[in-house]
Nanobody
Framework: QVQVVESGGGLVQAGGSLRLSCAAS????????MGWFRQAPGKERELVAA???????HYEDSVKGRFTISRDNSQNTVYLQMNSLKPEDTAVYLC???????????????WGQGTQVTVSS
């Protein structure tokens, strides 16, 4: 089991940037594909980006070209660099290990607390 702690959120104006971090526990972290998700009030949780154990990224269309996902296996950490933020990016951002065959399928039922991102217009 991988347990995670997300950080780096905050309040930013539209067009601004934030860098989120997902620190994971467990010696097997490097073996897992990892995903960043977000959940806005009244909406279902959605996948934002994912990264394979080897570092290959995947992005949903809504963030392609603006967000960059990366990982540092030596630090057991996954990052999400968010640029050109929009008000519609406002949400709680969470990370979890994901299935290699389907990045929307999370592997662990336990989630971290997430980190709040608020983008003002």
């Amino acid at each position: 089991q991988v347990q995670v702690v997300e950080s780096g959120g905050g309040l930013v104006q539209a067009g601004g940037s934030l860098r989120l971090s997902c620190a994971a526990s467990g010696r097997t972290f490097s073996l897992y594909a990892m995903g960043w998700f977000r959940q806005a009030p009244g909406k279902e949780r959605e996948l934002v980006a994912a990264i394979s154990s080897g570092g290959r990224p995947h992005y949903e269309d809504s963030v392609k070209g603006r967000f960059t996902i990366s990982r540092d296996n030596s630090q057991n950490t996954v990052y999400l660099q968010m640029n050109s933020l929009k008000p519609e990016d406002t949400a709680v951002y969470l990370c979890n290990a994901v299935s290699v065959g389907d990045y929307e399928l999370v592997l662990f039922s336990s989630w971290g607390q997430g980190t709040q991102v608020t983008v003002s217009s």
